[in-house]
Protein backbone atom coordinates (compact mmCIF):
# COMPACT_ATOMS: atom_id res chain seq x y z
CA UNK A 1 0.00 0.00 0.00
CA UNK A 2 1.61 3.62 -0.95
CA UNK A 3 2.51 6.11 1.69
CA UNK A 4 0.76 9.21 1.55
CA UNK A 5 2.95 12.11 1.70
CA UNK A 6 1.33 15.12 3.99
CA UNK A 7 1.94 18.39 2.50
CA UNK A 8 1.69 21.89 4.42
CA UNK A 9 -0.48 24.56 3.20
CA UNK A 10 2.11 26.79 2.51
CA UNK A 11 3.80 24.22 -0.13
CA UNK A 12 0.19 23.60 -1.29
CA UNK A 13 0.02 27.11 -2.25
CA UNK A 14 3.61 27.66 -3.41
CA UNK A 15 2.75 25.24 -5.80
CA UNK A 16 -0.57 26.51 -6.44
CA UNK A 17 0.85 29.93 -7.45
CA UNK A 18 3.65 27.49 -9.76
CA UNK A 19 1.27 25.97 -11.72
CA UNK A 20 -0.95 29.44 -12.40
CA UNK A 21 2.03 31.01 -13.07
CA UNK A 22 2.61 28.28 -16.28
CA UNK A 23 -0.91 28.64 -17.24
CA UNK A 24 -0.33 32.54 -17.75
CA UNK A 25 2.90 32.00 -19.57
CA UNK A 26 1.34 29.13 -21.71
CA UNK A 27 -1.63 31.25 -22.45
CA UNK A 28 0.78 34.17 -23.55
CA UNK A 29 2.58 31.94 -25.89
CA UNK A 30 -0.38 30.97 -27.55
CA UNK A 31 -1.23 34.40 -27.91
CA UNK A 32 2.47 35.39 -29.47
CA UNK A 33 3.53 32.11 -31.34
CA UNK A 34 6.80 32.94 -33.25
CA UNK A 35 7.22 31.48 -36.97
CA UNK A 36 2.86 30.94 -37.26
CA UNK A 37 0.44 33.34 -38.87
CA UNK A 38 -1.52 35.11 -36.15
CA UNK A 39 -5.41 34.19 -36.23
CA UNK A 40 -7.49 37.36 -37.84
CA UNK A 41 -9.85 38.65 -35.56
CA UNK A 42 -12.87 39.83 -36.84
CA UNK A 43 -11.97 43.68 -36.80
CA UNK A 44 -8.68 42.77 -38.79
CA UNK A 45 -10.49 40.58 -41.71
CA UNK A 46 -9.72 43.44 -44.66
CA UNK A 47 -12.61 43.17 -47.43
CA UNK A 48 -12.52 40.57 -49.87
CA UNK A 49 -11.04 41.53 -52.90
CA UNK A 50 -12.67 42.30 -56.03
CA UNK A 51 -12.93 39.44 -58.75
CA UNK A 52 -9.57 38.01 -60.07
CA UNK A 53 -8.46 39.07 -63.51
CA UNK A 54 -8.31 36.12 -66.20
CA UNK A 55 -4.92 34.48 -66.05
CA UNK A 56 -3.46 32.27 -68.19
CA UNK A 57 0.07 30.14 -68.51
CA UNK A 58 2.94 32.10 -70.53
CA UNK A 59 5.80 30.48 -71.19
CA UNK A 60 8.46 31.87 -72.88
CA UNK A 61 11.89 30.43 -74.63
CA UNK A 62 15.20 32.11 -75.60
CA UNK A 63 14.89 33.40 -79.34
CA UNK A 64 17.68 35.81 -79.96
CA UNK A 65 15.22 37.62 -82.63
CA UNK A 66 12.83 38.33 -79.73
CA UNK A 67 15.05 41.12 -78.70
CA UNK A 68 13.28 44.15 -79.97
CA UNK A 69 14.24 47.97 -80.18
CA UNK A 70 10.44 49.12 -79.47
CA UNK A 71 10.74 49.65 -76.03
CA UNK A 72 10.98 52.82 -73.79
CA UNK A 73 14.70 53.55 -74.84
CA UNK A 74 16.84 53.42 -77.74
CA UNK A 75 19.80 52.22 -75.82
CA UNK A 76 18.28 48.75 -74.79
CA UNK A 77 16.44 45.66 -76.96
CA UNK A 78 13.31 44.15 -75.21
CA UNK A 79 12.41 40.72 -75.05
CA UNK A 80 8.50 40.34 -74.10
CA UNK A 81 8.26 37.44 -71.67
CA UNK A 82 4.07 37.31 -72.29
CA UNK A 83 3.23 37.89 -68.97
CA UNK A 84 1.23 40.76 -69.23
CA UNK A 85 -0.92 39.32 -71.92
CA UNK A 86 -1.51 36.11 -69.84
CA UNK A 87 -2.35 37.68 -66.70
CA UNK A 88 -4.91 40.52 -68.54
CA UNK A 89 -2.50 43.65 -67.34
CA UNK A 90 -2.21 42.55 -64.00
CA UNK A 91 1.62 42.63 -64.68
CA UNK A 92 4.24 42.86 -67.05
CA UNK A 93 7.97 41.41 -67.01
CA UNK A 94 10.52 41.60 -70.06
CA UNK A 95 13.96 41.04 -70.20
CA UNK A 96 16.11 44.43 -70.88
CA UNK A 97 19.47 44.14 -72.96
CA UNK A 98 21.22 47.46 -72.85
CA UNK A 99 23.33 48.39 -75.80
CA UNK A 100 27.03 48.80 -74.81
CA UNK A 101 28.86 51.35 -74.99
CA UNK A 102 26.95 53.30 -72.03
CA UNK A 103 26.43 56.92 -72.75
CA UNK A 104 26.01 58.78 -70.04
CA UNK A 105 24.11 62.32 -72.01
CA UNK A 106 21.68 59.56 -73.30
CA UNK A 107 21.10 57.19 -70.27
CA UNK A 108 21.60 58.98 -67.40
CA UNK A 109 18.05 61.07 -67.56
CA UNK A 110 16.09 61.06 -64.36
CA UNK A 111 12.96 59.62 -63.99
CA UNK A 112 9.85 57.58 -62.49
CA UNK A 113 7.44 55.18 -62.96
CA UNK A 114 3.65 55.57 -61.75
CA UNK A 115 3.61 52.16 -61.13
CA UNK A 116 2.72 49.89 -57.73
CA UNK A 117 5.68 47.55 -58.06
CA UNK A 118 9.47 47.38 -59.75
CA UNK A 119 11.50 44.29 -59.34
CA UNK A 120 14.88 44.09 -61.48
CA UNK A 121 17.02 41.56 -61.34
CA UNK A 122 20.47 41.41 -62.76
CA UNK A 123 20.46 38.23 -65.10
CA UNK A 124 24.52 39.10 -66.89
CA UNK A 125 26.93 41.94 -66.87
CA UNK A 126 26.52 44.70 -64.15
CA UNK A 127 24.60 48.26 -64.10
CA UNK A 128 25.42 51.03 -61.63
CA UNK A 129 22.14 52.71 -60.95
CA UNK A 130 20.94 55.88 -58.46
CA UNK A 131 17.55 55.69 -56.85
CA UNK A 132 16.46 59.03 -54.82
CA UNK A 133 17.02 58.11 -51.37
CA UNK A 134 19.22 55.62 -51.75
CA UNK A 135 22.31 56.84 -53.76
CA UNK A 136 24.28 54.88 -56.36
CA UNK A 137 24.79 51.10 -55.94
CA UNK A 138 26.83 49.01 -58.07
CA UNK A 139 24.27 45.85 -59.16
CA UNK A 140 25.92 42.62 -60.60
CA UNK A 141 24.77 39.64 -61.98
CA UNK A 142 22.52 37.84 -59.23
CA UNK A 143 21.74 41.46 -57.48
CA UNK A 144 18.03 42.69 -57.68
CA UNK A 145 16.22 45.52 -56.24
CA UNK A 146 13.13 46.95 -55.72
CA UNK A 147 11.59 50.59 -57.10
CA UNK A 148 8.67 51.59 -54.74
CA UNK A 149 5.81 53.68 -56.47
CA UNK A 150 7.38 56.97 -58.12
CA UNK A 151 10.95 56.68 -57.00
CA UNK A 152 12.77 58.89 -58.76
CA UNK A 153 16.28 57.33 -60.29
CA UNK A 154 18.78 56.57 -63.31
CA UNK A 155 21.13 54.25 -64.64
CA UNK A 156 25.07 55.61 -64.19
CA UNK A 157 26.61 53.05 -65.99
CA UNK A 158 26.15 49.21 -67.54
CA UNK A 159 28.75 46.46 -68.89
CA UNK A 160 28.52 46.24 -73.04
CA UNK A 161 27.10 42.56 -72.04
CA UNK A 162 23.84 43.93 -69.36
CA UNK A 163 20.82 42.18 -69.29
CA UNK A 164 18.09 42.74 -66.77
CA UNK A 165 14.72 40.53 -65.74
CA UNK A 166 12.26 43.29 -64.62
CA UNK A 167 8.76 43.06 -63.31
CA UNK A 168 6.58 45.71 -63.01
CA UNK A 169 3.01 45.78 -61.39
CA UNK A 170 0.62 47.02 -63.53
CA UNK A 171 1.62 46.11 -67.00
CA UNK A 172 0.59 49.74 -68.38
CA UNK A 173 1.78 52.22 -66.49
CA UNK A 174 3.22 56.03 -66.83
CA UNK A 175 7.18 57.40 -67.03
CA UNK A 176 7.92 60.62 -66.31
CA UNK A 177 11.20 62.57 -66.84
CA UNK A 178 12.48 65.14 -64.42
CA UNK A 179 14.25 67.58 -65.81
Known amino acids: MAKLK???KSALKTAATKKSATRA???AAKKVSVGKPAKPSAKSVAAKPGP??????AISHYQE?????DGLRAYAKYRDLGVAAATSGLAHAHVIRLIGPCDPKE???L??????????YVLNGWVKTYMEGEGE????QGSSWTQPPRIRHLIRDYSDN????????????????VR
Open 6 to 8: RTS
Open 25 to 27: VAK
Open 52 to 57: RRKQRV
Open 65 to 69: EAFLG
Open 107 to 109: VSK
Open 111 to 120: HYHDAEFQLV
Open 137 to 140: TLMR
Open 162 to 177: CELLEVILPAEFKTVE
